[in-house]
């Protein structure tokens, strides 16, 4: 079996050419060769970080299945994170370096999802995310919704940023301080949500069940709790064509001519090397929720 070396780590890979995405003929080698170009901008917003793997032995269009416990054959380089769930504990895996990411692609991670925390102080978030699910495969009510959102946030006092998830919608992520714990980053994102619903009832809804959604963009702010995960910038989709869950520029969604399906494995890398992490400032844009809370207060009452 070939030996992938990255600086003092190493490990043994089986059947690279098996094919994870049949269609589009991208194989396990593939997949590896992605997650290693991209690693030292996608590293960033994974570090120290619990992570949930989506894997996929057989490709996907085999069933798959959510991984969180680390496996006790992973290598002893591969960092951990030991945090509480409700009957006792679990171990995550946390990517702090390349070695890292392309191992977890040759054991068949496609995907990758991240806790909104980090592992030294897990029940205290520093990102909020507005997930904006779309009832049907249209964008750009996703757009629309995605902008009022960023313009309630702007009336607070807070910048955001947008992520295609390289699905069907957007992500919405303010980075803040680790003031607040889930509960009370939770009810403020929810307390933002019903402003703009209040505002568009007939365009966004918080509505959980689809039967009540009438159509409406859904904006979910659920995944904002302790334990809970949102899908990891620059990770792969389990979908055909191997799309990307891609950092774009706010420019870049209100010009209208960005499509989820535009990114993926074979080209991702290619933007990179152009345009670097447009996501770059996300780490050391921390901002406080007090006065953004106030003002939501005043705006509620």
């Known amino acids: 079996m070939p030996t992938k070396r990255f600086g003092p780590y190493a490990f043994e890979v089986e059947r690279e050419e098996k094919l994870f995405f049949a269609t589009a003929g991208f194989s396990k080698a593939d997949l590896m060769a992605y997650y290693a170009a991209v690693a030292r901008f ?3 917003h ?6 949930t793997l989506q894997r996929f032995p ?41 070695a890292t990411l392309v191992y977890l692609a040759s054991q068949a991670c496609i995907c990758i999802h ?7 102080k897990p029940r205290h978030p520093d990102r909020i995310v507005f997930d904006l699910d779309p009832p049907g495969d249209s964008f750009d009510g996703v757009v629309a919704g995605a902008v009022l959102i960023k313009d309630k946030l702007a009336d607070l006092g807070l910048s955001c940023f947008v992520m295609s998830t390289g699905s069907r919608g957007l992500h919405v992520v303010v980075p803040i301080s680790r003031a607040q714990n889930f509960d009370d980053t939770r009810e403020f994102a929810k307390a933002v949500a019903d402003r703009v619903v209040r505002e568009r009832p007939t365009e966004v809804t918080v509505e959980q069940r689809k039967a009540k959604r009438r159509g409406r963009l859904y904006i979910d702010v659920m995944r904002n709790a302790y334990g809970q995960t949102a899908v990891a910038p620059y990770s792969v989709r389990a979908k055909p064509g191997a799309p990307v869950a891609i950092p774009l520029t ?8 960005v499509c989820p399906s535009d990114f993926t494995i074979e080209n991702v890398p290619l933007r990179l090397e152009k345009r670097g992490d447009v996501w770059h400032a996300l780490g050391r844009g921390a901002q406080s929720l007090t006065k953004a809370e106030r003002a939501l207060a005043r705006y509620s009452g």
């Open 42 to 44: 996608m590293i960033p």
């Open 46 to 51: 994974l570090r120290d970080r619990p992570l």
């Open 58 to 98: 057989d490709g996907i269009s085999n069933e798959g299945f959510f991984q969180q416990q680390a496996s006790d054959y992973f290598p002893d380089w591969i960092a951990r994170a030991t945090v509480e769930k409700q009957d006792g504990h679990v171990t995550h895996v946390v990517a702090q370096n390349e």
């Open 114 to 120: 991240a806790w909104l925390s980090r592992m030294d």
């Open 250 to 257: 706010w420019e870049e969604v209100e010009s209208g001519g």
